[in-house]
């Protein structure tokens, strides 16, 4: 069984950093995407970032491009969300999810990943 669990959320002011964490446990994820998405209140789960398991490539929605970056340690089967510069718009719940199929896109929808985590909270507030 597939298992994700974030931490890492807490609430900062506008222009602060945070970083997120995923730690995958249950299946060696080699070959597998791993990707960010966010889920505002009154808004619908939105993708924010993606990394390939193993060959490094990212992908990132325009929102966050620039100010975050994600990252991952194959030892420790974790997945990092380094979030900069963060303003009150990135307030949301943080989802980590795994795509299971091998050597997959890193694709942008919710429906393309099997695996998702509890969430972690963010909240950027003055």
């Known amino acids: 069984q597939v298992q994700l669990v974030e931490s890492g959320g807490g609430l900062v002011q506008p222009g602060d950093s945070l970083r997120l964490s995923c730690a995958a446990s249950?299946?060696?994820?080699?070959?597998?995407?791993m990707g960010w998405f966010r889920q505002a209140p009154g808004k619908e789960r939105e993708f924010v970032a993606g990394?390939?398991?193993?060959?490094?490539?990212?992908r990132y929605a325009d929102a966050v491009k620039g100010r975050f970056t994600i990252s991952r340690d194959v030892a420790k089967n974790t997945v990092y969300l380094q979030m900069n510069s963060l303003n009150p718009e990135d307030t949301a719940i943080y989802y980590c999810?795994?795509?299971?199929?091998?050597?997959?896109?890193?694709?942008?929808?919710?429906?393309?990943?099997?695996?998702w985590g509890q969430g972690t909270q963010v909240t950027v507030s003055s």
């Open positions: 999810a795994a795509d299971l199929r091998t050597n997959s896109a890193i694709l942008t929808t919710v429906s393309a990943y099997d695996y």
């Open positions: 249950g299946r060696t994820f080699s070959n597998y995407v």
């Open positions: 990394i390939s398991w193993s060959i490094r490539i990212t």
